[in-house]
T-cell receptor, first 113, second 116 residues
């Protein structure tokens, strides 16, 4: 059984560019959620996908978008990057339903210059 | 709306001393509570969780937390810490909701530093 993996590990972009981050879920998990963790802060919920449909979204603008694929892997896309988008982006997979443990990947460190 | 407050941003303690990391939450509905640990340059790992039943929950590495509904708290404790416990600790809450829509709301984190 493999855990949650994310790619790339690190990424440097400039303002205005677009970025795609990838996440592979833990085997058997049908739910993927994404979190943004700014330096020195707790993670903030971006959105969640359950069986390829977005079913929850935090206070992030529409330029943050995502996809979940039939194999339950997922992408996070961010358009028109801003300096404040610099953060650690964490992906978590779980089974759907309240109380199921979310297993986090190691994260992608995005730096926007 | 849910919120989580971790009352201490940093907690320095000596090795083998006891420690308590404080967490309070606010929510208008019943909640599930979690403690996650983050080691440097890593993602989050679940330490323990409270869903229902016994209000005292334990982890495999000696941590425990007690759910106190009247005080809306879920403090994390360990009777004797080790150097390897040095990490950032996050308290989180989720609400039972519609299928799949159980986001985690995290506190700001507490940096636990163990000194020899």
């Amino acid at each position: 059984e493999t855990g949650v993996t994310q790619s790339p590990t690190h990424l440097i972009k400039t303002r205005g560019q677009q970025v795609t981050l990838r996440c592979s879920s833990q085997s058997g998990h049908n739910t993927v959620s994404w979190y943004q963790q700014a330096l020195g802060q707790g993670p903030q919920f971006i959105f969640q996908y359950y069986r390829e449909e977005e079913n929850g979204r935090g206070n992030f603008p529409p330029r943050f978008s995502g996809l979940q694929f039939p194999n339950y892997s997922s992408e996070l896309n961010v358009n028109a990057l801003e300096l404040d988008d610099s953060a650690l982006y964490l992906c978590a997979s779980s089974l759907g339903g309240p109380g199921y443990t979310k297993f986090f990947g190691p994260g992608t460190r995005l730096t926007v210059l | 709306a849910q919120s989580v407050t971790q009352l201490d941003s940093q907690v320095p303690v000596f090795e083998e001393a006891p420690v308590e990391l404080r967490c309070n939450y606010s929510s208008s509905v019943s909640v599930y509570l979690f403690w996650y640990v983050q080691y440097p340059n890593q993602g989050l790992q679940l330490l323990l969780k409270y869903l229902s039943g016994s209000t005292l929950v334990e982890s495999i590495n000696g941590f425990e937390a007690e759910f106190n509904k009247s005080q809306t708290s879920f403090h994390l404790r360990k009777p004797s810490v080790h150097i390897s416990d040095t990490a950032e600790y996050f308290c989180a809450v989720s609400e039972g909701g519609t299928q799949g829509a159980q986001k985690l709301v995290f506190g700001q984190g507490t940096r636990l530093t163990i000194n020899p």
